[in-house]
């Protein structure tokens, strides 16, 4: 992993934002959270870390939990890749780099 890997939550949107938004309780609004993640330069950053880890709950990627379980969880799969691009507005790190 190199340092932009690493070092992708410090160019988060998220930054500063009440942390509870991304993790609402059953049945309440993601809206609010999925507008925050809609211009957020690590956006698929944030989604593949979400699936490579398995987080159950919260809105990663401006994905909820339910969004996420549609995608491929496994990163050896190669439906993973192309699921993550066609979520994100922007590309991961390790695609910008072999672009
Ligand atoms: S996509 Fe992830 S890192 Fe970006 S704002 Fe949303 S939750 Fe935060």
């Given at each position: 992993m190199d340092e932009n890997e690493q070092n992708w939550q410090e160019s988060a949107n998220c930054l500063g934002v009440d942390p509870d938004l991304f993790f609402?309780?059953?049945?309440?609004?993601?809206r609010e959270a999925k507008e925050v993640c809609r211009g957020c330069v690590v956006r698929g950053e944030c989604l593949e870390y979400a699936l490579v880890n398995g987080e159950k709950f919260g809105i990663w990627g401006g994905l909820s939990e339910r969004e996420r379980r549609r995608l491929p969880p496994d990163p050896r799969d190669a439906r993973f890749d192309r699921a993550i691009l066609s979520e994100v507005q922007t590309l991961p790190f390790r695609f910008r780099n072999s672009a």
């Open positions: 609402p309780e059953r049945g309440a609004s993601t």
